[in-house]
Every structure is written in C-alpha cells, then in structure tokens.
C-alpha cells in the first residue's frame, strides 16, 4: 500500500493530512505486512478483510470459546457481501468500513484494526449508537448488516456449532414435551 | 444411426411410481430396464441429510444468484434448500410456458429416485367418499375403481414401505398397517382433547400418516429424528425409491436403470398396430436412440408422463396416445395449500421438544362427509403442528450492544408461548379447462417440445379456501388457543406438488385415456400408473395411492403377458 493508496483509504480525513510522511510510511508498511493475512475471495482487498475480521472480533470475541476471528466470520461476510449483496448494499458495506477507519482517525489517529480492542469497542458503539439515531432501530444500516453477517458466520461455523453451541444433530428421538430444565435432555 | 435393445418392460422414470413398476415386474420374471431423464444417485455421495452449514458454501442461506438465475420456480419450494437443490431441475433447461396472470409453479426432480428423495412423505388412503365423488357430484367422470379394488394394494405398498400413524377407524380416511404413531406435543395433545371437546367424533385430529420409520422395518433402521428428510437419508429411514424398491429391482439381476435417458416420446407401430419402444435423447451426448420392449410403463410424473404421451404423435394417434379420447391432458388438478389459522396455546411453560420430528398432525376431512355445505363441493384436511417458538442466536442482531455480554447471553434459548397451527389442503374439481397442451414454438434442453400449462383455482376452490380458514379458526378458538389468525399465502397452483390427472382412468374410452387398470385404452400395452392417472384428487396426499395403483397394475399386466393377452 502507498501513500496515495492509504491516504484514499483515510478519506481524505483529518489524520491523512495531518501525519507525517515518516508517519505515513510506518503505518503503510505495518498495513502491507498485515495484508498476506487478510487475502480473501477478492470482494475485499486486504485491508477491508482485515477490518471485517477485526470488527467482527468485537462483536463476538473469543472467551471461554474461540471468537469471530476464529471461526473466519469475515470470509463468510464477504462472500455473502459479494454474491448476495445489490450494488447499493455493497457500497453502503464497504463505505461503512471506510467509516471505521475514518472515526479512528478522527478520535485516535490510528486506522481501525490498530486500535486497541478498548478503542475499538468504543468506536463500535459510536457506529451502533449513530445506527439506532438514523431511525428503524438500527435495522437498515451498515452496522446490522455487519453484526448479522458475523454472528450468522459465526453461529453456523464449525467453532460455532461445536464449541459454542454444541448442537446435537441427531437426537435419536423426539419428545414433544420435555421438561425445559433437565439437562440431560 | 439407431440403436435398438429388446426388452420385456420400459418403465419411464425412477420416482415413486417408476421404482414400484420396477421392483414388481423385475420381482414377477421380466426384464426391465429403468429410463431416467437424470443423473444416477449413490446415497452414501448425494444423501446430505442434516449436515452441518459450514459444509456448505453459503451456510444454508443459498446460492442466490445460481437460483435466481437457473432456479426461479424450483425455489419456491420449502425443500429446495443448499442441501437439496441439486435435485431440483434447472428451470432453463427445462421451460414451460403458462398464460400471462395466470402461474403454474411446476416442481420437479431429474435424477434417479426422481422427487421421492425430496418428497413431503405423508401417506393418507382415498376412500370410497372420494372414489365416489365424480359420479355423486358430476364432476369429472367416475373412477373406474372402487375402495375395494385398491385396498389390498394400499396394504401391500404400506406393508413394504413402512407407514407410521395412529388407526382410526374413520370410514373418509381408511386405515393401513401402521407401524407405531410418532408422538404429539405438549400443545397438540392439547388441541385434540380441546376439540374433540367441542366437536366430539365429527372432527379428529392425529399425528401425520408418513412414509418414515419409526421402528426398524424390513431392515431399515428407524428414524434418527434430524428433521431433513428432502436432502436425502443415509440410513434410508424414510420412504424414496433408491433405498428401496429399485434397490430391490436391481438386486433380481434382471433391470437395468439408465440415467441420462430423456424420453422424447413413444413408438406406434402402423403395421402392428401397437406401440413397440420409445424414443429416447440421451442427455449427455444428445444422441437420439431407441428401445423396445413389450410393455411400457410411464411413470415419468403427472406432467410429463402427460408431455410424453401429447409428444407421441403418429398417423393413427394425431393428438398424442390417448388424444382420441379429447380428453388427454385435460382435468389438471392441484390441492390448495397454504392457508388455513394459527393461535397461541397457553401453558406449558416448562416444557420444550427435544428432536426434530419429519411429520405435523393431520385434522381429517369432515366437510360434505355426511352433510352438504352450501358453499361448496368436496373437502379438505388440515395439516400443521405445534410447536414452542424459541429463539436462539438469531435474535442477536436485533439486540443492542456486541461482545462477550452478547456472546453470554445467546448461549441461552429464549422459550416463547407454544401455538398451533391448521393449513388446508382443499380438492380441487376436475375441470376441461385446467389443461396442458404442447407449446409448438418452445423445446427444451433436449429439443423436446414443452409443455403450455393453463390451470386456475375456480370458484368451488376458492369458497372451500375460504371456509378452511374461518373453520381453522373455529376450531382453535374453540380448543382455547388465543391470538387466533387466519392466513391465504395465495399460492398458485403447481406448488402443492400434488399435480394430477391429464391422462385420467375411466369407465369409457371417449371419457378417460386410461382404463380400470392403468392401461391407455388405444394401446393396451403401455400403461400410465402414476399422477396423470388420477379421476379425481381427493385431498389427501396423493403419492401412496400412485404406490398402490402402479403395484396393481403391475401385477395385472404380467398376467396380461402370461396369458399372452399383450
């Protein structure tokens, strides 16, 4: 990634203008190396990859099980961003993901998958929070489409339904009317 | 140049009734050889049943594009999901064409085992109240059959397949050899003591009559309870032609099945006066072949055993085998679906179901059973179930906030009311001009020429939908359900896939194209045995009455051939 790569990514925003060429070069270099990892379909560049992995990461974070990164959320959202997605939706994704790195620049000077995950948590709330304020409860935005694709991902993976949910898919029998506390049901 | 191969029988097609003919005339000495328009299948490669989404690409949200594209109608069925449809057709390759305004969603499945793989596996026996109907009402002309003639077989084809359901004793809705009933929930335990409360004998819900083991049976294991019979079972615990009747078939050495086999149409012979094979394209390399045989069965599905037979053009046969009775592919008849009341059922908070049960309850006919409505003819029944509703992580994009509080909180399901829900499944007359013609302008993949639906719900249809739903409604309300509301998906014909007639069985060859035993009444060697074949629809699910009349034809045409009469 060069500079006029990185500064289109930025959007023209405050930061890009305001860092330094060392700066820059730091950031494009460190954003390049990261690259190799984020290599998807092709829907996304590297960078966006990264960012969807990233994100998703927040929204369902590994704990006691493995989180989103894990469980490759974001390959699952591209393809869906990519095969199921209308050019208006796609563009509405991918500007949402420009905005990302646009507010961590804007709050602190660094690109989104930079940020620690405190900061990253905080600048995801701003999302939701800016999503619920535009109206139908967050429904049509970027930031649903983003949690949905991410917990869909994530709750149909193998690490999903193995480690998380641990789904039995087949129960050998059916009982229409199991008691609702016995776990050995 | 043509090749020709000499064989006892051609059984066209390999789905519910083509796996029957198979299996009963290889069983009875002949030789057979199986034609399938589509791929062969190995159960243990193309059966799925419930895999995990994330062996699929798109996680059981389906290729879209690959279905707008090359699936638009097959799509609108429940079962053509990322796990089957791969057995569905290509919309594509294989057109139709309808009247403006007026849709004929045409299911339909070209591999070996045909659509018995995807199939909804409820098994209900027509009675004499239906076999009877024509005649009673006017409408169509009467079956050439009685309860009576078609009973032993209902038993035979039950017996082999294995129907689980509870005995009744209805005379609108006759027993069989049921293997042990699957069990009823908490709600519609609850909904049966409620009606028949309020409506005694006169209205009877049961658990579904359906074609999957609830015990082991004829050496097939009992179901595992995955819930996805329509992407194929690999212990083979419910009913489709593969794992049973063309294994069967196969196993007497003496049939051959042949995928890739499009029948374009059958051969009349001038100088014999019969018809002596088929015509065949084959699918891969578009080679036009040909096969004799003294016998065929045509099982290819209603409407394209019906397309075969308008196909089959010849000097003394202008409109098709069977067109000199002017009544070939007319009498096109569906079941209404789609409609009919749900409510909520109050209590039971502390129980859930565990399993996934491939079976609802059915509510049995009671409509014009022993009075006449005023508002229409015929009947109908209910399908449904009830069931909690409970929410597991697919509630989570709709909740606020994100991180290991959201992770947390979805490992927990969140149980809801139980409800109950009623849809009809409503006869449809038999009408001239609900028909199918052959569409000269348009051919399909395989230069066949298609076929021109032209099917409307009519006015008797229409007020008996009305009716189920009001009576739907009724019936929850009366059992205690609250939030009580009626439904009209306003489904089109075609997608109930219990399409039938166009070929019907008659008392008079000017009135049917076939006879009271399946035969076409200008070629008695070639027999149409599965929907096309139908008088009159009843409203039950149609496919076991095809197990039965194809059985019983089988076994009528070997006598036949034994008594040199073919």
Known sequence: MNRRELIKLLGGTALATSLSSGQLLALGRDTHRQAARWRGAGFFDHHQMHTVAAAGERILPATDTPGAMAAECHRFTERIVADHYDARRQRRFVEGLVNLDQRSAARFQRLFVQLPAQQQDAILAEVESDAYQAGSNGADSFWRDLKYLTLYGYYTSEIGIEQELRTDFYPGRFDGAAPLGDPSQ | ?566
Not at chain 2, 198 to 208: H, L, S
Not at chain 2, 332 to 348: E, I, K, N, S, Y
Not at chain 2, 374 to 387: E, I, K, T, W
Not at chain 2, 495 to 512: F, Q, V
């Open chain 2, 1 to 566: 140049m043509n090749r020709r191969e000499q064989w006892d029988a051609i059984v066209v097609g390999s789905g519910i009734s083509g796996g029957w003919a198979a299996r009963e005339l290889s069983q009875k000495g002949l030789r057979v050889l199986v034609l399938e328009a589509g791929r062969p299948i190995d159960p243990a490669r193309d059966y799925l049943m419930n895999a995990p989404a994330y062996e699929f690409d798109y996680r059981y949200l389906g290729d879209q594009r690959h279905l707008s594209e090359r699936q638009p109608i097959q799509r609108k069925c429940y079962a053509c999901d990322e796990g089957a449809t791969q057995f569905f057709v290509d919309d594509v390759d294989n057109p139709y064409t309808t009247p403006d305004g007026r849709p004929f969603d045409w299911i339909r499945g070209r591999q070996v085992g045909g659509k018995s793989i995807m199939w909804g596996r409820q098994c209900y026996r027509m009675s004499d109240l239906d076999f009877e109907a024509n005649k009673r009402d006017g409408h169509g002309t009467d079956w050439p059959i009685r309860y009576k003639d078609i009973a032993p077989w209902y038993d035979y084809v039950e017996s082999y397949a294995g129907i689980s359901g509870e005995r009744l004793g209805l005379p609108q809705l006759p027993d069989g050899p049921f293997l042990a009933p699957m069990p009823l929930t908490a709600s519609e335990q609850w909904f049966r003591e409620g009606l028949t409360r309020a409506f005694g004998d006169e209205r009877v819900m049961t658990i579904g009559r359906v074609a999957v083991l609830s015990e082991v049976h004829n050496g097939r294991p009992a179901c595992h309870y995955c819930g996805a019979c329509h992407r194929g079972c690999s212990t083979g615990s419910y009913f489709n032609s593969v794992q049973t009747t063309l294994k069967d078939a196969l196993a007497t050495g003496r049939t051959t099945i042949r995928p890739f086999s499009v029948v374009h149409s059958l051969i009349w012979n001038e100088q014999q006066g019969k018809v002596t094979g088929v015509r065949v394209i084959d699918a891969q390399s578009l080679a036009g072949l040909e096969f004799e045989a003294r016998i065929v069965f045509v099982c290819a599905s209603t409407l394209e055993s019906t397309r075969i037979l308008l196909n089959s053009r010849s000097r003394s046969h202008p409109e098709g085998l069977g067109g000199n009775s002017g009544v070939l592919g007319r009498y096109l008849m569906d079941h209404t679906m789609q409609h009919g009341a749900r409510g909520v059922v109050p209590g039971f908070e502390n129980l859930r179901t565990v399993g996934n049960r491939p079976n609802g309850i059915y509510l049995a006919r009671f409509r014009n059973v022993k009075d006449q409505h005023p508002d229409f003819l015929r009947g109908y029944g209910y399908q449904g179930g009830g069931y909690r509703s409970v929410e597991g992580w697919g509630r989570g994009a709709a909740m606020r906030g994100f991180g290991a509080n959201l992770k947390e909180s979805l490992r927990t399901m969140e149980y809801g009311p139980w409800r109950m829900s009623l849809g009809a499944f409503g006869e449809c007359l038999p009408h001239p001009d609900n028909r199918v013609t052959i569409n000269p302008d348009k051919v399909d993949r395989w230069g066949v020429p298609v076929l021109h639906i032209d099917m409307q719900w009519r006015e008797n249809e229409l007020a008996m939908m009305r009716d189920a739903q009001a009576a739907a409604a009724e019936m929850l309300e009366a059992a205690g359900c609250t939030n009580v509301e009626t439904y009209d998906n306003k489904t089109p014909p075609g997608l109930t896939i219990h399409e039938m007639g166009t070929a019907r069985m008659g008392r008079d060859r000017k009135e049917s194209v076939l006879n009271r035993w399946n035969q076409v009444w200008d070629a008695p060697n070639v027999f149409v045995t599965d929907g096309a074949s139908m008088a009159s629809s009843g409203c039950q699910n149609p496919s076991v009455t095809y197990m039965a009349l194809t059985a019983r034809a089988a076994d009528h045409a070997v006598r036949l051939l034994n008594r040199k009469e073919l």
